[in-house]
């Protein structure tokens, strides 16, 4: 069985650009959520969905947006980029009915 | 208040020593889950072992075990006999049940270990 699946693993952008990450979920996984991680702030919850609607989002900025498909993939897209969203994104599915979250392997984005 | 917090900022352990990693949580809901994940310089999360607040075990899953003390809201992993290969970060984190659990996880500032041969 595939693992959660990320793209790209690594990206750099300019300030102001915007950039959109893809997360391919667990097979038969439906809810998939994006974490942030920065060696200042930790790991921190950017937004879960689960069938196509989004259900609940971290304290992040209008410019962190997501969206999820009807076969489960996910992406989140991050506008107006600043040097602070360098960061690793990290994205999580979860079985129906379970409640292990696995992880793929991140994007590490660079904000230059 | 930190909901999960990890008080080892790094370890230092023999090669084959057990080791236990610290964590301590805070929540008000009576319904939760409290998960292990150790994290390699590569990046990538890889879940190591989960238990549920209405577990009445602790949990298990080959080396790695759970030592859940719910009055106290300790939730310790405990590595047996640890490799080289273990040699990474470690987060405790929480999933909390209010919101149907929509709230993600909320991860402590994790414990770099280091085994030494």
């Known amino acids: 069985k595939a693992g959660v699946t990320q793209t790209p693993r690594y990206l750099i952008k300019t300030r102001g650009q915007q950039v959109t990450l893809s997360c391919s979920p667990i097979?038969?996984?439906?809810?998939v959520s994006w974490y942030q991680q920065t060696p200042g702030q930790g790991l921190q919850f950017l937004f879960e969905?689960?069938?196509?609607?989004?259900?609940n989002k971290g304290n992040f900025p209008g410019r962190f947006s997501g969206r999820q498909f009807s076969n489960s993939r996910s992406e989140m897209n991050v506008s107006t980029l600043e040097l602070g969203d360098s960061a690793l994104y990290l994205c999580?599915?979860?079985?129906?009915?379970?409640?292990?979250?696995?992880f793929g392997q991140g994007t590490r984005l660079t904000v230059v | 208040a930190q909901k999960i917090t990890q008080t080892q900022p790094g370890m230092f352990v023999q090669e084959k020593e057990a080791v236990t990693l610290d964590c301590t949580y805070d929540?008000?809901?009576?319904?939760?889950?409290l998960f292990w994940y150790k994290q390699p310089s590569s990046g990538e999360m890889i879940f190591l072992i989960y238990?549920?607040?209405?577990?009445?075990q602790n949990a298990t899953e080959g080396r790695y075990s759970l030592n859940f003390q719910k009055a106290r809201k300790s939730a310790n992993l405990v590595i047996s006999a640890s490799q080289l290969g273990d040699s990474a970060m470690y987060f405790c984190?929480?999933?909390?049940?209010?919101?149907?659990?929509?709230?993600?996880?909320?991860f402590g500032k994790g414990t770099h270990l280091i085994i030494q041969p």
């Open positions: 238990q549920g607040s209405y577990d009445q």
């Open positions: 999580a599915s979860t079985d129906p009915g379970g409640a292990e979250a696995f």
């Open positions: 929540t008000s809901d009576p319904s939760y889950g």
């Open positions: 097979s038969g996984h439906r809810s």
């Open positions: 984190a929480m999933r909390e049940a209010t919101g149907g659990g929509a709230d993600g996880l909320t």
């Open positions: 969905y689960f069938s196509e609607t989004q259900r």
